[in-house]
């Protein structure tokens, strides 16, 4: 049983449609993935419809844009019930932000001598209910101002680079509690990847999980070296939660991060699943 919880399809900004994702996810020898694309569940039907065609199971997920001391932290949230109001309504706040810096990210783009026109970062969006940092990363591809996306980020749009913008996100404590009042399970992605470490350091994971009830840390993933997953693992076993792994797979829209290149083990994915059923059947949901 390969488990690969961390997807991303063109409904936010990987390049494979869901169907396609779940097609390719089966081919590469998978039997449960989780698609988790950034701030919607728009992907998740046809995900969960490929899936029943082609015998694999998908596990609905989405990827919370949140937030601490104004640095980005993403949240895994799986078996969340889309329909749920506080849930719904922060998420079209956080959509609406990312939509909103696009002209302030592009004035900027310009000021540096790399313009880009709206229109030509639009071209990109797929059927992503919103605009993010890797379409207009696209489209100063496309304009031959930079290589790939990776170079895009480092020289104009990562956290604090000169084209970078903040948004609104949602703080991190606050999204594990709408998470769990929309009946999800909330597994923090990806803590110490690019410089997060100082960020969460372990006494802010742990009052996480005391304050919060944070079911899981994803400790393999392509961002994290061997020592910060080794420690990842052991604060995870210590606090007593989900280690999980998984390749946050972007289709090209992101290289080195391909289906299955970290997986969870099965044990753990059960105990993730009781979860999510245990969830599903509270009062409140
Ligand atoms: P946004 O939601 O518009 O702020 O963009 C966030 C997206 O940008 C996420 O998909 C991240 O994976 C991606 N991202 C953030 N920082 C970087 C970086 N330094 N290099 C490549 N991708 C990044
Ligand atoms: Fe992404
Ligand atoms: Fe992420
Ligand atoms: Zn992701």
New binding site residues.
């Given amino acids: 049983m390969t488990i690969d919880l961390h997807t991303?399809s063109v409904v936010?900004?990987g390049t494979d449609t869901p169907a396609e994702l779940v097609v390719n996810a089966a081919a590469a020898g998978l039997s449960v993935v989780a698609l988790t694309d950034?701030?919607t569940f728009d992907g998740l039907s046809e995900a969960r419809t490929a899936g029943e065609r082609i015998g694999i199971e998908v596990v609905p997920g989405m990827e919370l844009?949140c937030s601490r001391e104004h640095q980005?932290v993403?949240l895994l949230a799986y078996g969340a019930d889309p329909e749920n109001p506080a849930l719904a309504e922060e998420m079209v706040f956080v959509r609406d932000g990312?939509s909103g810096?696009l002209r302030p990210v592009l004035d900027k783009l310009a000021e540096l001598g790399v313009p880009v026109s709206e229109e030509e970062v639009l071209v990109f969006v797929g059927s992503s209910p919103?605009?993010?940092?890797?379409?207009?990363?696209d489209a100063l591809v496309a304009a031959g101002h930079v290589r790939d996306?990776?170079e895009?980020?480092?020289r104009f749009?990562?956290?604090g680079g000169p084209a970078h913008v903040a948004?609104y996100a949602i703080d991190v404590g606050r999204g594990i509690d709408l998470v769990h009042g929309a009946g999800g399970v909330a597994v923090i992605a990806h803590p110490w990847g690019?410089g997060r470490e100082q960020l969460l350091p372990r006494p802010v994971l742990a009052e996480l999980v005391a304050e919060h009830g944070l079911d899981g840390i994803e400790v393999d993933h392509q961002d994290h070296d061997a020592d910060v997953r080794a420690g990842l693992r052991q604060l995870a076993d210590r606090l007593g939660v989900l280690a999980t792994g998984s390749s946050?797979y972007?289709g090209t829209g992101?290289v080195n991060h391909d289906l299955g290149v970290n997986t969870t083990d099965p044990e753990t994915y059960a105990r993730l699943r009781a979860l999510i059923v245990q969830r599903a059947g509270a009062p409140g949901r």
């Avoid at 919103?130 to 990363?137: K, L, M, N, Q, Y």
């Fill in positions: 991303h936010s900004d950034h701030d844009s980005s993403h990312r810096r919103s605009v993010g940092r890797p379409h207009i990363a996306r990776t895009a980020f480092d749009l990562a956290d948004r690019r946050d972007h992101k």
